[in-house]
């Protein structure tokens, strides 16, 4: 399930992004993946964003 949307997804998905935030791992659909690159390659946490 994304954590940016909630879209979710049957099986695995190789073009999700995944966060670890506060030692718990964040999946991010393609489409917020998209939307927030700028702030996931600076490592802000997904709730700045």
Do not use: H
């Amino acid at each position: 399930m994304c954590a940016g949307c909630g879209a979710t997804a049957e099986g695995p998905q190789a073009t999700w992004t995944f966060s670890v935030e506060n030692g718990e791992r964040r999946y991010f659909c393609d489409v917020c993946s998209r939307k927030n690159l700028r702030a996931i390659e600076g490592r802000l946490d997904s709730s700045w964003w």
